[in-house]
């Protein structure tokens, strides 16, 4: 691996080597378009409503109750609730470093949050308002659920936000004094155990990179080590769950808790990398591909079980039980980013846009005060309106809520929209790679002070075409290298260069090498026509039937747009015919059927219209209603005796899934199935 | 309704009025076949069994700790374990008073498991290891979780069953007491509330029934009238999942977690019975038709959720991750039951049977040692042989494991096990009526005096052919009456009457009205030839598979019957080639295709021996194991992109699904895909 020599300041991940060299928020700024947009509403919205969210049910209050010595009696939330607490600080951190409007204001609250939380340090960094108190329990007494490691994880990332988006100051200090805490207690002649919850490990990397200290490297390395040996009681879920069930380097795929599994191997390649450990990352990049082609929706979420938040068996992935965790996208993304710095191949790049476009940016509604914590692919009846000042069922995903009993996707989506124009670049040696296409500027300078810097003008991912004008250039030659997205296959993806010429290309790096002046534009067209995706035959919870993609986007039919009394379960689409783009960003499928009458539509209260919210509590529960008696029937029969409904033709709207609930509630579904069926290969 | 008059002494459930009596394990011997051997292995084996875990897991000495004040300290299994130790004295009881040759055995152990119960009963009747003593939480403050309602109800159900089955004795009047307490502190003036776990109604009608005690019914109907009335807190998983949502009258589907919910519907019908509620009696008929015709799997299972051990919404029946749990296939029958005894339709006989083949009978090994808690319908990898000295977690349902943290099935199993004999048959003013067949011995006296007695032979359901030979009869003519089971539907049954003549039968009742004679023989006879099944087509996860189904019995494929190195998962059958029987009970699928090598065959220590149980510990965990190479890849692609992997034909084995797991770690199905889709009603 290359060494990083040249390094910005505002680097949300900071590899001393690796192929590729991030680029920072002080070189990156996100100008406009789809991102640009939930930005602004995380800067403007999500930022405060997380905050005033944590006040009101008593998670900033928890730091003064501790210090006032009334902590046993006041504490709010669960274990883990102080973490909710630093990655908000740590999103408000990158936020006010990315060039942020708010940037003082934000200094102003982050120093605020950081004087409620220091006094509730102990003298020895320990810092936890749940545990060690007279009549809590003692500290590290609950390592398997405990979460107390994990909560210190989230204090050092905030800790290292901090430091590098606004320079040193006390939150810093405060996690610097944690982490000598954690090294001291888990470090050699310590406690020789790992915490339930994977966290410490990618956090105490990060605090080595910004500091310099090889000692919080070290105990990162032990952390990983340790894992798999056992040293915490084995749950109901068996060991897998905290991936306690065998040494990181032997695992051969992810496996167990989606969002625990994610934060380790994120942990494992920072390891792997300060350490030129290649054993260790391609255990990683094993479990990553074994993962990504068995376990692994096409949204790009993963974790399917709703019981323990885990990946299940390979292939087993039902739309209707999706659990698919805002937060395992939101560590599939920092795992992604991790493989292709240390890589430099694309298709962590891929599955990183796949899992933005579709899960990341799917949680947050278009105010950015409600939430999906799950993104299931399937809703078969419509949400229930959350209550705008109660805590909801993480779980529920009829409609986004404003916050949850266990609350950490909202501020995880907050840090990493605040991070994410760090994800759309990077540089090495020969020049800059772009990876994710938004309005961007760019500038930075390459090994040996040659100043770069670029302008990014696309509709991505609306439309496909992405302009690249060179704004600063060095004299000699360089490369700009764009990713083709995995998506892009057969569809007559081009590339034109500054001459104008124009010549195809595939899924892949396509790299232009030459001596680029001010103004010359190099144009990428990616056709993103929508078409019909099939799922691998040995996914069975979706035989039968198709999606639509469009671009980097996973399409979805909701009620809302169905002929009046119908729900999304009656539809039949026509995979032989292709579906044409629509009218604002929408999707038609032609030539489908929709069943002349079905269960739901013939309930009382729900034959009226269905695509209004303003029926939403009416609706909202089946089971008040009596089935039509047409149904009450056995559902299996011998094959010969199988009813034929009647169905009538259509054509149906299908629209982003990100964007689903957004009009209310609504039946909602990704995999629809097929008039007649796909042509499956047959054995398999 | 009908009064009952007439009335057996050993009766599981006595409801005085309705459109059948039921028959008592005083009149009804079963003698041979199928449930004879499992009722002798439970005899012999399961009670034991169940005892000595309860032993040694500390359950038992629950009761000694808290009379020799060390419970706070010594207090073993969870809150709910006092209710193990009942329902294995209820179990005990329905064995010794069923004819067994056990009976002075189980009688002695009944009074010592007594002995050691009745000291922990309070002054008040109060009973529960898990509250109110010092140290303890106080009574009745955790209502929604703390169960001891719960506990009390089966404190009750057993001491009815001692009671029935042996002649009163202290475990009635522990019963008794506990009855009354609970009037008391839940009465009127008393606690406005209700319990998180449904199962003191029923108990409390039973105990009515007993004793002829009025107040019991009314607290019994009382708990049903308060439930969903929202009583108790609203937990993650919502109202519904403790069926306090909304009352029992207007729900219309059974919904949340199944076993509490099929508990608290046999209470209804209990309380609608004893109280001539036709409307409350409507509504639970309401809920079961509901529950049958959109929530329920093939073997009859119920609940298909894993996280909350729930019904899911409608449809949604996923086969590899069903929990159908034991438990909640006992409560169905229990269910079933009762609404046969209240209406006298054959359907609730045919989803008893149903279940009790396929789910109740899927539990236990062959050496009643080892149990299922989940029953799944398909299984990707071969399970762990569990520890044959631990407790296990309940969900996974890879193998029978012997005992569980939570263990409410082993017992549950082995109480339905030991009152069988009593769901086969009934009488009324005209006759008898029989529901499930087995060889078995009958008598009884008809109203009037009329004294009845016959003799069942059978080899059900291996066979179709059930012989019952009139050994005792009246002069005047009565009318015997037989259940064509639903399975039968176009299946060309008969029934031979005593002169020889033959005749076409329909599924529901037939009935045969003479003066018989002793020596009468009268014959059913049903076509158990194996048929293909498909399931209705808003089933999304079993889409474009079939199942075999053989008279009662479903059918599965196991990997220990497949071309060595395959799993179940390379499997597709051809639905339109008939399944023929094979040897020993199994089916041979003819035609079908085999993936000519797949992922799992391909992994180390796979390729081997399938189905060689000695390698349980080698192949057990796939996440050790590196994925063949041409597996790593997006499991989604453009429908003209699919590859098409070879197969080769092959005949398939396919085995009753209650045997599955039986001859070491397997990886199963029940819905296998199809070569071709069935014909699939297009638009629903």
Redesign the interface.
């Known amino acids: 691996m290359r060494e990083n020599t040249t390094r910005s300041a505002v680097l949300p991940v900071a590899p001393s080597r690796g192929r590729l060299r991030p680029l920072g928020l002080d070189e990156v700024t996100v100008t406009g378009g789809f991102w640009a947009r939930r930005r602004q509403t995380n800067a403007t919205a999500t930022l405060d409503h997380c905050h005033d969210w944590m006040e009101r049910v008593g998670w900033t209050g928890n730091f003064r109750a501790a210090v006032e010595g009334r902590i046993q009696r006041d504490r709010r939330g669960r274990e883990f609730a102080d973490s909710d607490v630093y990655k908000l600080i740590e999103a408000m951190a990158w936020e006010a470093g990315s060039g942020s409007g708010f940037a003082a204001e934000l200094d102003a609250r982050i120093a605020a949050l950081t004087d409620t939380i220091a006094p509730a340090q102990e003298p020895d960094g320990y810092l936890d308002t749940a545990f060690g108190r007279p009549g809590q329990q003692p500290r590290y007494s609950d390592l398997e659920w405990g979460h107390e490691l994990y909560c210190h994880g989230h204090l050092i990332q905030a800790g290292v936000a901090q430091m590098r988006a606004r320079g040193d100051g006390e939150l810093a200090k405060i996690a610097r004094r944690a982490a000598d805490h954690v090294c001291t207690a888990f470090g050699p002649g310590g406690i020789e155990r790992v915490c339930g919850h994977p966290e410490i490990e990618t956090a105490l990397v990060e605090l080595a990179r910004a500091t310099g200290e090889q000692r919080y490297l070290d105990q990162a390395a032990l952390f990983v080590e340790r894992r798999g040996r056992h040293t915490l009681a084995e749950p ?3 060991r ?1 769950y905290y991936q306690d ?2 040494p990181v380097r ?4 992810l ?1 167990g808790h989606a969002v625990r599994a994610l934060y380790l191997a994120a942990g494992a390649v920072d390891v792997a990398v300060e350490t030129d450990d290649d054993a260790l990352l391609a255990a990683v990049v ?1 479990q990553w ?2 993962a ?3 376990r ?1 929706y ?1 949204t790009g979420g993963m974790g399917s ?3 323990d938040e885990s990946f ?5 992935l ?4 999706a659990y698919s965790e805002t937060c395992a996208a939101v560590a599939s993304v920092m795992l992604n980013w991790r493989l292709l710095l240390a890589t430099g191949e694309p298709r962590y790049a891929d599955l990183a846009e796949r899992t933005l476009f579709n899960v990341v940016a799917t949680s947050p509604s278009e105010d950015g005060r409600t939430f999906f914590y799950a993104n299931t692919l ?1 809703r ?2 419509r949400g229930t309106a959350p209550a705008a000042d109660a805590q909801s ?4 995903s009829g409609l986004r809520a404003p916050w949850f ?1 266990v609350s950490c996707c909202p501020t995880n989506v907050a840090r990493t929209l605040a991070l994410l124009p760090a994800y759309l670049a990077t540089a090495d040696d020969d020049g800059v790679q772009l990876h994710q296409y938004a309005d961007a500027e760019l500038a930075t300078s390459l090994t040996g002070g040659r100043d770069v810097a670029l302008t990014v003008r696309t509709d991505y991912p609306s439309g496909g075409s992405v302009a690249v004008r060179i704004d600063r250039s060095p004299e000699r030659p360089w490369t700009l290298s764009l990713r083709v997205p ?1 998506w892009a ?2 569809a007559g993806a081009r590339l034109v260069d500054p001459d104008g010429v124009s010549r195809a290309v595939t899924p892949g790096t396509v790299a232009v090498t030459r001596r680029f002046r001010p103004g010359d534009e190099i144009r990428l067209e990616l056709p993103v026509a929508p ?17 639509v993609q469009r671009g980097p986007l996973v399409y979805c039919a909701e009620s809302v747009d169905l002929p009046p009394g119908h729900e999304v ?2 539809v ?1 689409v026509n ?1 032989s015919v292709q579906p044409q783009d629509g009218p604002d960003g929408t999707v038609v499928a032609s030539g489908a ?4 009458s ?2 739901r539509a013939a309930e009382p209260g729900r034959s009226g219209s269905p695509g209004d919210s303003a029926d939403a509590d009416a609706t909202a ?7 039509a008696d047409a ?9 010969d ?8 033709r259509a054509d149906i709207v299908l629209v982003p899934y990100y964007s689903w609930a957004n009009r209310g509630p609504s039946t909602m579904r990704v995999w629809l ?1 097929t ?1 007649r ?8």
């Not at 069926?677 to 398999?684: E, F, I, L, M, Q």
């Open positions: 109901e879920f068996g897998a069930d065998m032997e695992a051969a795929v496996r094993r591909e074994a990504v082609a068995r692994t096409l079980h709703h019981r299940g068996d390979d292939f087993v039902p739309p209707d039980r399937h078969r009846r069922p993480r779980a529920d009993a995995a296959t057969g078409r019909w995706i099939a799922p691998d035959p040995r996914i069975d919870a979706v035989r039968g039937t198709a999606a379960d009656s039949r995979p059927l929709v069943a002349a079905n269960a529960d089946a089971d008040t209603h009596t089935p149904d009450a029937r056995w559902p299996y029969a011998a094959l005796e199988a009813a034929v409904p009647d169905a009538e199935p008039t069926p796909p042509t499956a290969p047959p054995g398999r």
